[in-house]
């Protein structure tokens, strides 16, 4: 019985994932490029990209970036990444690990970046310690995200349609306030744009976020 419930876990993610690509083309062309775009600017050394999906980011890193380290677990987002590295201008390595195990060595990340990551990971806390673990002292964490409505009606919503919509959607939790989250997490804020932002025709605009922070720099 659990053989078979892993196998419809799998076929389940993957049929999300096949659909989320389709989806990622569309947002970007309403502005999701833009977003990625801020999202990466001015980062430089080596960045790893925890949860880097099918790699809609990897083409906007700026030439000061060294390296890309790509982590991403799910086979068809790996795929269509590796597809997306060789399209970059700067050297982007996708590898089979997910963002609460990154095989990096502490301290060894310039920046860590999340993009439409952390509203499905089973962990938010940990992983988040995770990326301040794997970040030199002073190193930058951007992070673009869906998040918790700051409207409270539509919040409360949002918390009722969680426990269906996780299941649906892969672990996505469209609750999560994720700029609380990093903050806890021991990093200190440098920018929060919050904007709302609906990905396709049809679909209501929800809350979303840019979060430049960082790790504290050593005494």
Do not use: K
């Not at 993610?13 to 970007?28: C, G, K, T, W």
């Not at 499905?120 to 002073?138: H, I, K, N, W, Y």
């Not at 969680?162 to 997490?185: E, F, I, Q, Y």
């Amino acid at each position: 019985m659990a053989a078979a419930r892993n196998d419809r876990t799998r076929h389940e993610h993957s049929a999300f994932a096949r659909a989320y690509v389709r989806l990622a083309e569309v947002s970007d062309a309403r502005g999701g490029t833009g977003h990625r775009r801020r999202l990466v600017a001015g980062l430089s050394g080596t960045v790893v990209e925890l949860g880097a999906g099918h790699g809609g980011n990897f083409i906007h890193y700026p030439t000061t970036v060294e390296r890309v380290v790509a982590v991403e677990p799910e086979p068809t987002l790996r795929a269509h990444a590796f597809r997306a590295a060789r399209a970059a201008s700067v050297p982007v390595g996708v590898v089979a690990a997910t963002a609460e195990q990154p095989p990096v060595a502490d301290g060894g990340a310039d920046a860590v970046v999340f993009s439409l990551v952390l509203c499905s990971v089973d962990d938010q806390a940990g992983t988040l310690e995770t990326a301040f673990r794997l970040l030199r002292p002073g190193g930058v964490l951007t992070a673009y995200e869906h998040v918790r409505s700051s409207r409270a009606l539509l919040a409360l919503l949002e918390d009722a349609v969680t426990p269906v919509w996780t299941r649906l959607a892969a672990g996505c939790h469209p609750n999560r306030d994720t700029v609380a989250a990093v903050r806890d997490a021991g990093f200190e804020m440098l920018t929060v744009e919050r904007f709302a932002f609906s990905p396709r025709r049809g679909v209501p605009a929800t809350s979303h976020v840019l979060v430049r922070a960082r790790r504290p720099a050593a005494v």
